[in-house]
């Protein structure tokens, strides 16, 4: 028997991207299959013995690792916490941990009790650990820069996951961007020259995936779809005969820049081909910010124009955008709220500036002695906080973040645009298909759940007005909706957590100012104030647990930090005690 082989993806934390209250409207409990290690799967030996546990579909124990002889990770930056769990399962029960991934390759130096680092891109460094595992020599890290031709990777291997658990498939066509912005890490870990694969070998992982069983969404991850588009011109006239051959079972979608909307023959190609979606990295609608980040792909015309024309060609437009940028000015967070509102941008992911390892931006901090941290764990949803020193002041920055997000997905104003997105959007012919049984399940669930919540007289509205204005784009109104409610959880996740966490602040100045009061008293008695520390801490204890449980994790270290804090300022109140001799102090104030 050969080698057994875990391949193991870590959890993803609930956040605006992960879509976790959205996967029961669709019966899955992930949204994406873990494609990185699919591909990796497929470059192994043959005769491994190989199985992928994802941690989004079944939890792991101390089981699965000993019945493996080796464990291979791939991570995120966002999935940190999940990844260090699995680092101390594989030391507890002695089985040596193989990592690789974007989260390994930019910050390995500081990841402790991993066995073998595969990183870069797996086709370029994982031959070469695979050679020295069969001679018995291996070295603690494998890293070669060098940028692969990716028409020589294989078709991952999908047969090694259950369909049924994933809401979309997903699938790679290329990897770099040829552009050069400041913050972004693409560039960093897959280069500037786009690399693709050819036509004919992403048709075939399309076979793959249509003889499977997988129908409904499919994901295309390139980091910028369109950015070689002479290739991508070539591909789909291809894409949109096997599509018509078999009736559409997908619906693309995908990641491009802005300057799409310059290329209208691109765009009409795209909806024939059964995209439905194109995700864009907006960033800001100030322009002088764009150019200092060398987002110059953004300032080539009119940002709302831009993204009109991509939505009336049917493409439904999600939008990243950001705020911590040194131009911010404190008037950025209203300009957000109402460029994402007139842009009818329903699906906006907005986040705080991160200082990622290895980019532009990220070295310059450096050099400006501003960087606090290598990075912090990419999750904005439950922990807003920032690895470097912002220009604008912190706590405006931060209260100016949450009102962004607590206001465009407050249900009225997400509605609204769902609704004026869906009236601009011309639908193709492709968009008269079968509708699926995962739809009508979404749909049947979407108005049990949706009927009965707190924004029900804004989700009725809009419904019944984009039935009307839009019948037969009746998938997309509920898949919005859907959206919605994921959105709106989260959202509401993001204020409970910073309510506990200004109570916690509460509690800090309260402790503080019976810390003073009783330092006035004669004599000193210290155990009403450690009775009243303890009854802090008791109380903030039982409203963590009244909490989400997706919100335990987070809300646990602030708990930790409140005790740590406390405990600090008692202990330096003693410390002040015993320098002063000639205080005197009752029975009970040295137990």
């Not at 909706?481 to 989260?490: N, S």
Request: hydrophobic content about 40%; proline content about 6%.
């Amino acid at each position: 028997m050969g080698t057994r082989a875990l391949l193991v993806y870590p959890e993803m934390p609930p956040t605006y991207w992960s879509m976790r209250y959205a996967l029961p409207f669709l019966g899955c409990k992930a949204a994406f299959p873990p494609l990185g290690l699919l591909t990796v799967a497929a470059m192994l030996p043959s005769d491994w013995d190989i199985r992928i546990l994802d941690m989004n579909v079944e939890p792991i124990s101390q089981r699965e690792i000993l019945a493996s002889d080796i464990v291979f990770a791939s991570a995120m930056l966002v999935q940190q916490p999940s990844f260090e769990r699995l680092v101390d399962l594989c030391r507890e029960v002695k089985r040596p941990l193989v990592a690789g991934g974007p989260y390994p390759t930019s910050c390995h130096e500081s990841i402790d009790g991993v066995a073998h680092f595969v990183l870069g891109e797996a086709e370029v460094n994982l031959p070469t650990f695979l050679e020295d595992f069969r001679n018995g020599h291996l070295k603690s890290c494998y890293r070669d820069p060098t940028h692969p031709d990716i028409s020589r990777t294989p078709p991952p291997r999908f047969d090694l996951v259950d369909r049924n658990n994933y809401a979309c498939a997903s699938v790679q066509f290329s990897r770099g961007c040829p552009h050069h912005c400041e913050f972004c890490d693409i560039v960093e870990l897959f280069g500037h020259a786009p690399r693709t694969k050819t036509c004919e070998q992403f048709l075939a992982e399309l076979d793959l995936l249509f003889e499977g069983g997988w129908r409904g969404s499919l994901f295309i991850v390139d980091d910028n779809f369109i950015g070689n588009r002479a290739i991508v011109r070539r591909l789909l006239p291809s894409l949109i005969r096997w599509q018509e051959e078999r009736r559409f079972p997908f619906s693309l979608y995908t990641e491009a820049t802005l300057d799409l909307a310059s290329d209208e023959a691109l765009m009409e190609d795209m909806v024939r081909a059964g995209f439905n979606m194109v995700f864009v990295g907006i960033e800001t609608p100030e322009q002088a910010t764009l150019k200092a980040v060398g987002k110059e792909q953004n300032c080539r015309a009119d940002l709302l124009t831009s993204i009109e024309m991509i939505q009336r060609k049917g493409l439904e437009v999600a939008g990243g955008f950001i705020v911590g940028f040194d131009d911010d000015r404190p008037d950025i967070f209203d300009r957000q709220i109402r460029f994402i509102q007139k842009a009818a941008i329903p699906t906006a992911m907005v986040g705080l500036l991160t200082a990622l390892p290895r980019t532009r931006l990220y070295k310059r901090l450096a050099s400006e002695g501003r960087i606090l941290s290598t990075s912090k764990g990419g999750n904005n949803t439950h922990e807003v906080e920032l690895n470097f020193v912002p220009k604008m002041d912190v706590q405006t920055l931060l209260k100016g973040y949450k009102q962004v997000l607590t206001e465009i997905y407050k249900p009225r104003r997400y509605f609204a645009r769902c609704y004026d997105q869906i009236q601009r959007m011309r639908p193709g012919k492709h968009a008269i298909r079968q509708i699926r049984m995962v739809e009508v399940r979404a749909f049947v669930y979407s108005l049990w759940r949706q009927t009965f919540s707190s924004y029900v007289l804004d989700y009725w509205m809009y419904l019944l007005r984009s039935f009307l204005r839009r019948p037969r784009m009746t998938p997309e109104v509920v898949a919005l909706a859907v959206k919605g409610h994921h959105f709106f959880t989260i959202t509401n996740h993001l204020l409970e957590m910073e309510r506990f966490r200004e109570r916690l602040e509460r509690c800090i100045h309260a402790f503080e100012e019976r810390i003073a009061k009783t330092a006035l008293s004669r004599p000193i008695n210290l155990a009403p104030l450690e009775d009243f520390r303890s009854r802090l801490i008791d109380k903030a204890r039982r409203r963590c647990m009244r909490m989400s449980p997706d919100l335990h994790e987070g809300a646990s270290r602030l708990l930790d930090d409140f005790r740590l804090m406390t405990e600090q300022r008692l202990a330096a109140f003693l410390q002040s005690l015993d320098s002063i001799g000639s205080v005197s102090f009752s029975p009970s104030a040295r137990r």
